[in-house]
């Protein structure tokens, strides 16, 4: 029997494998002191020093009784948790991130907590305002803490060690964190708030009937008050809640008639919180019921999810997938599961966020960027204990910490938000969901009107089951969509400034109608760029190989990589000459040329500019939707997921840019991005008409889109894929190298491509430079390979590709070169 084995079990001799939020190649093994062993468990923050002076909270990722060969292992210094905070189902997920997009653990570790939990020595805390929590139950070390707080403002985990002369402060700092005392994070951002309106309730002293009468009798006196009352009486019948406005504009009182019955105590004020869209959206109803093509496509899925695991729901917009996904939702929930909902961009669907808060209430945990990091952490922790059944939120949803997941909705899967592009992992969330899925057993649904063509291949090919919805709800009608040659109007004298006069005489029509209008232009600023009329020099960023956009906003040249900005300039600073002309056009600039050519229309623009402030995007999309504007002019933004009842008119001012992007991708998010924009036309009432600007009018993706031809679509790009090795036949892995010396980054890069291309030989392609060979004084070479699917094992391509890597940092000369891989870059 071994000396071990003699000792009492909270006397054995533990290491612990803890995974640290730094991109080093491997996790690091620590000696755990014997007083702790009772605490110790795999998924707990345990402190620990790294390097000289870091102190750390990293997660147990295993527990063995056995000491690493090579080092001497230090002691950790405290574990943070009494529970574990990470199951094993995440360090599972963890793992195969790390290995399938070839980055440290580190790297999904600093990705997936949220900042509150990843206390470290340079962490800062600040105390939390709320005046109701009572000091005096505080130990005196907490007391010191707060004390400290209230006279620095701010602290650093390391400055909270200083003060209580000890190392083990995180067990004190969770437990004021946890108790409301102190906030903890690395950046506090603005908080996230729904919407709300005010709703008129009758005063519960005037419910029966009787009360009624009276109470209608005694305002003969005042018969403006009398008649909002009788018209309240009658908006019952139909409403549940109604608003002032809507009292106002059925009995045709003014506003103080409403205050004077508020005042009197007839009216009570109720505040709700309410969807951005509410008021024609037959989708917020909780009672919703199938029309005959929903019902078909539910009962194929039901059917479908017992052969598959994963399902592709091909359904045009507004053809009702969100009453599929509430449906299948409120059916896991029944057999005790939970659900996952992911969208592309949170902030842009508050509308949906909303929708499922009418049917799942309390059980809804709502996750994104919104978010402070103390909310997100809140999210986390009711997750792990099970108090939220269904979770809505952007990519990073997928790192939190469910239990028994039963299905996870792809909502939008095409759209590349879900790409995660900088800093590592470079993870797709639709890809992680799926994998996700399969650790949990559960079923995966992916929605698009415009599936990606990967998604697609794996449907036809049997990988994937595949379900269509290609019916809009209700009486909707998919729009009419046409097409004007810029060239052939300007030929006829038809084009003022960037609008075709059938654009043109289409808002008029549609203004006079009372409906609105949707412009799209996917450039924001004012002016893509200046060039000199003398010597054709372009105006460009001093840190990127990139022209610099003026915004007339800020009367400023910006660059919309590194944030550089300068005045305007006056002068060619390589000739010398007064001549730098504006070229191109961007939303600012159709913003611009819209307002001298119709000055009577209101109107909005919705782009990352004028989206900056608190609500910015929230603030415009209400106005739009409360037809404050007539015309809203936007980039892509305007794409995702909005729904406007009253829309009847898209413009694409110019159709050419997407079209002719230099990306094997280019056509399918063409067709995908006009297919969307126009999918914003005629969802409820209104016909949708798309008007279509471009130099290119019989182009095949804009033929394509004409006809909602989607099929076809496919058939020509999966045909082009196959001939030129590229997805969904092959895999693509990029590395780019960096470095601010283009001599040295050029041979670094050929270096690498040579040892690659000894193991792997014409898979390898490059080096090359970018699009945009410089970004941040950095040069950037890149090297591709294309990788097959048959016949070659991608886990031996990563390890050959691994040991190219290790052998190139080696040799000292390559020291500083900075290397990013990216797989599946696209």
Not at 238 to 253: F, T, Y
Not at 336 to 348: D, R, V
Request: aromatic fraction near 8%; include cysteine.
């Amino acid at each position: 029997m071994s000396e071990l084995e003699l000792l009492p079990n909270n006397r054995k001799t533990l290491f612990v494998e803890v995974i640290l939020p730094l991109a080093i190649a491997k996790s690091y093994t620590y000696r755990v002191p014997f007083e702790l062993n009772e605490k110790i468990e795999v998924g707990v923050r345990v402190i620990v020093q790294f390097g000289k002076n870091k102190i750390y909270s990293g997660i147990v990722q295993a527990i063995s009784t056995e000491a690493p060969d090579r080092y001497e292992a230090k002691y950790i210094l405290d574990v943070a948790d009494d529970e574990p905070i990470v199951n094993t189902f995440q360090l599972q997920l963890w793992d195969w991130i790390a290995e399938y997009y070839m980055c440290q653990k580190g790297d999904v570790m600093q990705a997936a907590l949220p900042a509150a939990l990843k206390m470290a020595s340079e962490t800062k805390i600040i105390a939390a305002e709320n005046p109701d929590l009572d000091r005096s139950l505080l130990s005196d070390k907490g007391y010191m803490v707060l004390e400290a707080l209230d006279v620095a403002g701010e602290l650093s985990v390391n400055d909270v060690m200083k003060i209580l002369g000890q190392k083990s402060v995180f067990p004190l700092l969770r437990s004021l964190f946890e108790h409301g005392y102190i906030l903890i994070s690395e950046e506090i951002r603005e908080k996230y708030k729904p919407k709300t309106k005010v709703f008129l309730k009758l005063s519960k002293v005037y419910f029966d009937e009787e009360s009624k009468r009276l109470v209608v009798d005694e305002l003969n006196r005042a018969p403006k008050q009398q008649d909002a009352l009788l018209a309240y009486f009658q908006l019952r019948k139909v409403k549940e809640d109604i608003s002032r406005q809507d009292l106002m504009e059925a009995s045709g009182c003014g506003s103080s008639a409403i205050t004077g019955l508020i005042d009197k105590g007839i009216f009570d004020v109720e505040e709700k919180v309410v969807s951005r869209f509410a008021g024609t959206d037959i989708l917020l109803t909780p009672d919703f019921s199938f029309s005959k093509a929903q019902q078909q496509a539910y009962d194929e899925i039901k059917a479908g999810f017992r052969e598959k695991d994963v399902l592709l729901l091909h359904g045009v917009t507004a053809s009702g997938k969100t009453q599929l996904y509430i449906r299948l939702i409120e059916e896991v929930l029944a057999q005790g599961k939970n659900a996952l909902y992911l969208l592309p961009e949170i902030a842009l669907t508050a509308q949906i966020t909303e929708r499922l808060k009418q049917h799942f209430g309390d059980k809804l945990g709502v996750y994104h960027s919104k978010f402070n990091d103390n909310e997100r952490a809140e999210v986390w922790h009711k997750v792990r204990k099970g108090e939220f059944k269904v979770v809505i939120g952007a990519r990073s949803s997928v790192f939190l910490p469910f239990n028994q997941l039963g299905l996870l909705i792809v909502d939008e899967e095409h759209e590349n938000s879900y790409k995660q592009y900088d800093p590592a992992p470079r993870y797709h969330a639709r890809d992680t969901a799926i994998y996700l899925a399969h650790q949990h057993q559960a079923k995966v649904l992916l929605g698009s009107a415009t599936p990606s063509v990967e998604s697609y291949y794996n449907a036809k090919a049997g990988k994937y089951g595949l379900v269509k919805l290609l019916e809009r709800f209700g009486d909707a009608q998919l729009p009419q969509i046409q097409v004007v040659d810029i060239a052939e109007a300007a030929r006829k004298d038809e084009m003022s400034s960037y609008f075709s006069k059938t654009l043109l005489t289409a808002i008029a029509e549609t203004v006079a109608k009372k409906e609105q209008i949707i412009l799209f232009q996917n450039r924001r600023g004012h002016t893509p760029f200046l060039q000199c009329g003398t010597c054709g020099h372009v105006a460009k960023c001093i840190n990127c190989d990139v022209s610099l956009t003026y915004h007339k906003t800020s009367n400023l040249l910006h660059c919309h990589y590194c944030g550089f900005s300068e005045e305007p300039l006056q002068t060619c600073p390589a000739c010398g000459m007064p001549n730098m002309q504006s070229k191109g056009f961007g939303t600012e600039r159709v913003e611009e040329e819209l307002e001298l050519l119709m000055p009577e229309l209101r109107i909005g623009r919705l782009d990352l500019d004028s989206t900056k402030g608190k609500y910015g995007f929230d603030k415009v999309i209400s106005a739009f939707d409360n037809q404050e504007y007539d015309v809203l002019i936007g980039t892509q933004m305007i794409t995702k997921g909005l729904d406007f009842g009253n829309v009847s008119l898209i413009g694409i001012i110019n159709a050419d840019g997407m079209i002719n992007f230099p990306d094997f991708r280019a056509y399918e998010r063409a067709y995908s991005l006009f297919s969307q924009v126009a999918g914003r036309a005629g969802r409820r009432q209104a016909e949708g008409t798309v008007i279509i600007q471009t130099y290119t009018p019989n182009h095949r993706i804009l033929e394509q889109v004409r006809e909602h031809n989607y099929e076809e679509m496919f058939l020509t790009e999966v045909t082009e894929r196959k001939n030129y090795q590229y997805p969904p036949f092959y895999r693509l892995i990029k590395i780019d190298l960096k470095h601010p010396d283009k001599d040295l980054v050029h041979d670094a890069a050929n270096q690498l491509a040579a040892l690659l291309k000894q193991n792997l030989g014409p898979r390898v392609l490059g080096p090359e430079p970018p699009l945009v060979a410089r970004v941040r004084n950095n040069f950037i070479q890149t090297i591709t390979l294309k990788i097959e699917r048959k016949d070659i094992s991608i886990v031996k391509v990563k390890d050959l590709i691994k040991q190219a890597i290790l052998i190139f940092e080696l040799d000292k000369k390559n020291k500083g070169v900075r290397i990013q891989i990216d797989v599946d870059p696209y």
